[in-house]
């Protein structure tokens, strides 16, 4: 059964830390790209990091240089590591995948998880 599973979400204070991972199903390792993506109440669902199976990696400007993307193999397990978090970073958190090339547009990702929830604090 294809799966992703979120989990690492929680409250934290702006200037915090967490580090979100998604559990990944056997029927899902490959897939072309990988992504992290957002929504935040009363918005629209978008891109926050990306990784191609060649390691390439893509990040949205707002949070370029505080966010980092990584996958382990080995744990079947992509992760986000999200630092100096402000309180704009608050939102559902997903995991997804997709066979296209790697993009920021949510639409081009067919598998998605059920979310793990970040709230930052100022």
């Known amino acids: 059964q294809a799966q992703l599973v979120e989990s690492g979400g929680g409250s934290v204070q702006a200037g915090g830390s967490l580090t979100l991972s998604c559990a990944v199903s056997?029927?899902?390792?490959?897939?072309?790209?990988m992504g992290w993506f957002r929504q935040a109440p009363g918005k629209e669902r978008e891109g926050v990091s990306v990784l191609d199976r060649d390691g390439s990696v893509g990040y949205d400007d707002s949070v370029k240089d505080r966010f980092t993307i990584s996958n382990d193999y080995a744990k079947a397990t992509l992760y986000l590591r999200m630092g100096s978090l402000k309180p704009e970073d608050t939102a559902m958190y997903y995991c997804?995948?997709?066979?296209?090339?790697?993009?920021?547009?949510?639409?081009?990702?067919?598998?998605w998880g059920q979310g793990t929830q970040v709230t930052v604090s100022s």
């Open positions: 997804a995948a997709t066979d296209l090339p790697c993009t920021m547009d949510p639409g081009a990702f067919d598998d």
């Open positions: 056997k029927f899902l390792i490959g897939r072309r790209c």
